[in-house]
């Protein structure tokens, strides 16, 4: 593992040696920062739903839209991780810095153009997910979209920072940042929410009598949902502007120049033929997702309810595969852009191997666990159904992790050589020509309930991983996308 190019690069060196380390080390960030994004996300929903039912649901409307634009913005940043990786194993380190600067550039283009168009669609777009115009969850969704979509650079900034030090090799540093991140928002939601009334913090540490003249002196009685959107947009703005401090004076190895902030046509049209399919796919499946909802609402609330539960399940169930397929995508790349195929494919099945070992752990526990872990999430009169939907979904679903483990590293490998628009279409596949269909045939047809999504989804997960297995077999994914550069110098921060 190298430390140092520059004194301070936190890259990990994944061309030579074994793979084992490299791909931990590369993973285990990555996981962390997932957890703590869900951090994020239960800050904003514990403190919000102090204020009430409303305020809750406006956060479930926005979230809707603040997804596909996050989903589009960090789909395109993902030909930033494809680019760096393969230039550095090829030994481009100064075209490296130079895709660094045209990725920033290009994506904060596009994150500015969505901010200013989003800003002015969101009553639109807030009635198009089903919030009823006039109501006050309505409102407070509008004021909380539009605050994001104000921010959206900042949001943007950091979605690039991180997949430009992923590419390079360095998973920790963008840990760090979301570890800042987190921790100011998580101190200063509570009073931009809530204010300096009836605010439980001050409880919690046993200072009502500091609350009290607070009060007394600004009358400030916090933002309501708008308080947790400023929250947001604030605390990645710090990390994001140190992110890109990090970035310019080359202390992450990486170090763009002022005119590699100037677009060229060549370098955007290879960001746009990688990142174009993985936005178009995270697009896609987002809508899926909206669809696959609607479809699971036929079955009754219950059913909605088990799924909302089993999703927040599967999320974290997910993360150990998510954060090998994203240091997979770096490892592959590299090695690609060194030339070195065996290594590269090696790579993908070490990783396949290391999820699916810890997809089997965690498959057995929750069987044996599958109703006390679901009932921790409801409780009431309709808690005995919702919970016995979630254990049927363990029971149901969990074999097919071991295929999703695998399906997901192998997506990773390919998007790595730069093959987003066979990795888009495989993704794709999953979503629309198998789960979803088999749902609606489950529901509508044979009238089998929300048992029958769980069976889709099991079914989809399976075929798609064997359909992509096949695929990957074939190694046309394996050729680089810079092998047409000759290598350059090294940068550092004397340069």
């Given at each position: 593992?190298?430390?140092s190019?520059?004194?301070t690069?936190?890259?990990?060196?994944?061309?030579?040696g074994?793979?084992?380390?490299?791909?931990?080390?590369?993973?285990?960030?990555?996981?962390?920062?997932?957890?703590?994004?869900?951090?994020?996300?239960?800050?904003?929903?514990?403190w919000?739903?102090?204020?009430?039912?409303?305020?809750?649901?406006a956060?479930?409307?926005?979230?809707?839209?603040?997804?596909?634009?996050?989903?589009?913005?960090?789909?395109?940043?993902?030909?930033?991780?494809?680019?760096?990786?393969?230039?550095?194993?090829?030994?481009?380190?100064?075209r490296?810095?130079?895709?660094?600067?045209?990725?920033?550039?290009?994506?904060?283009?596009?994150?500015?153009a969505?901010?200013?168009?989003?800003?002015?669609l969101?009553?639109?777009?807030?009635?198009?997910?089903?919030?009823?115009?006039?109501?006050?969850?309505?409102?407070?969704?509008?004021t909380?979209?539009?605050?994001?979509?104000?921010?959206?650079?900042?949001?943007?900034?950091?979605?690039i920072?991180?997949?430009?030090?992923?590419?390079?090799?360095?998973?920790?540093?963008?840990?760090?940042?979301?570890?800042?991140?987190?921790?100011?928002?998580?101190?200063?939601?509570?009073?931009?929410?809530?204010?300096?009334?009836?605010?439980?913090?001050?409880?919690?540490?046993?200072?009502?009598?500091?609350?009290?003249?607070?009060?007394?002196?600004?009358?400030?009685?916090?933002?309501?949902?708008?308080?947790?959107?400023?929250?947001t947009?604030?605390?990645?703005?710090?990390?994001?502007?140190?992110?890109?401090?990090?970035?310019?004076?080359?202390?992450?190895?990486?170090?763009?120049?002022?005119?590699?902030?100037r677009?060229?046509?060549?370098?955007?049209?290879?960001?746009?033929?990688?990142?174009?399919?993985?936005?178009?796919?995270?697009?896609?499946?987002?809508?899926?997702?909206?669809?696959?909802?609607?479809?699971?609402?036929?079955?009754?609330?219950?059913?909605v309810?088990?799924?909302?539960?089993?999703?927040?399940l599967?999320?974290?169930?997910?993360?150990?595969?998510?954060?090998?397929?994203?240091?997979?995508?770096?490892?592959?790349?590299?090695?690609?852009?060194?030339?070195?195929?065996?290594?590269?494919?090696?790579?993908v099945?070490?990783?396949?191997?290391?999820?699916?070992?810890?997809?089997?752990?965690?498959?057995?526990?929750?069987?044996?666990?599958?109703?006390?872990?679901?009932?921790?999430?409801?409780?009431?009169?309709?808690?005995?159904?919702?919970?016995?939907?979630?254990a049927?979904?363990?029971?149901?679903?969990?074999?097919?992790?071991?295929?999703?483990?695998a399906?997901?590293?192998?997506?990773?490998?390919?998007?790595?050589?730069?093959s987003?628009?066979?990795?888009?279409?495989?993704?794709?596949?999953?979503?629309?020509?198998?789960?979803?269909p088999?749902?609606?045939?489950a529901?509508?047809?044979?009238e089998?309930?929300?048992?029958g999504?769980?069976?889709?989804?099991?079914?989809?997960?399976?075929?798609?991983?064997?359909?992509t297995?096949?695929?990957?077999?074939?190694?046309?994914?394996?050729?680089?996308?810079?092998?047409?550069?000759?290598?350059?110098?090294?940068p550092?921060p004397?340069?």
């Open positions: 593992m190298s430390e190019r520059t004194g690069d936190r890259s990990v060196n994944v061309i030579d074994g793979l084992f380390k490299p791909l931990l080390v590369l993973s285990a960030p990555i996981v962390a920062s997932q957890l703590l994004q869900v951090g994020y996300n239960l800050a904003d929903t514990y919000v739903g102090r204020l009430g039912g409303d305020a809750v649901a956060l479930s409307y926005s979230w809707a839209i603040v997804f596909l634009m996050v989903s589009v913005g960090g789909g395109l940043t993902v030909a930033g991780t494809v680019l760096i990786s393969q230039h550095k194993g090829a030994g481009n380190f100064t490296s810095s130079h895709v660094a600067g045209q990725t920033l550039s290009f994506v904060t283009i596009v994150g500015v969505f901010g200013a168009l989003g800003y002015l969101s009553p639109w777009l807030i009635r198009l997910v089903g919030a009823e115009p006039g109501s006050d969850a309505f409102a407070y969704a509008v909380y979209t539009r605050i994001v979509f104000v921010g959206v650079a900042f949001m943007f900034w950091f979605f920072f991180d997949a430009l030090s992923r590419g390079w090799g360095d998973t920790r540093t963008p840990l760090y940042l979301m570890v800042i991140s987190v921790a100011i928002n998580v101190v200063i939601d509570p009073f931009l929410i809530l204010g300096f009334a009836d605010n439980p913090m001050f409880a919690w540490v046993g200072l009502t009598g500091l609350e009290a003249t607070l009060y007394e002196a600004t009358g400030f009685e916090g933002y309501g949902v708008a308080g947790a959107a400023v929250a947009v604030f605390s990645r703005g710090i990390a994001a502007v140190v992110g890109l401090y990090l970035l310019f004076s080359g202390r992450v190895g990486l170090k763009p120049s002022l005119s590699d902030l677009l060229e046509s060549e370098t955007v049209r290879k960001v746009l033929e990688i990142g174009g399919p993985i936005a178009t796919e995270q697009g896609f499946r987002a809508f899926g997702i909206t669809v696959l909802t609607a479809l699971i609402a036929i079955a009754g609330t219950e059913a309810a088990a799924y909302g539960i089993v999703n927040r599967s999320s974290l169930m997910f993360l150990p595969a998510l954060g090998l397929a994203r240091g997979t995508e770096t490892v592959v790349g590299q090695n690609l852009g060194a030339g070195q195929v065996d290594r590269a494919k090696k790579a099945t070490l990783s396949t191997a290391l999820v699916l070992s810890i997809f089997a752990v965690v498959i057995g526990v929750a069987y044996q666990f599958a109703q006390p872990i679901t009932a921790i999430f409801i409780e009431g009169e309709e808690s005995a159904q919702v919970i016995a939907y979630g049927a979904y363990v029971t149901i679903v969990g074999p097919s992790y071991l295929f999703l483990g399906f997901q590293i192998m997506l990773g490998g390919i998007r790595g050589s730069g987003t628009r066979a990795a888009m279409l495989l993704s794709i596949q999953e979503l629309w020509l198998y789960r979803i088999i749902a609606a045939v529901i509508v047809v044979l089998m309930g929300v048992i999504v769980w069976y889709a989804v099991a079914i989809s997960y399976v075929v798609s991983a064997l359909v297995a096949a695929w990957f077999l074939r190694g046309t994914w394996t050729d680089s996308v810079v092998a047409d550069e000759a290598p350059t110098p090294d550092s004397g340069d």
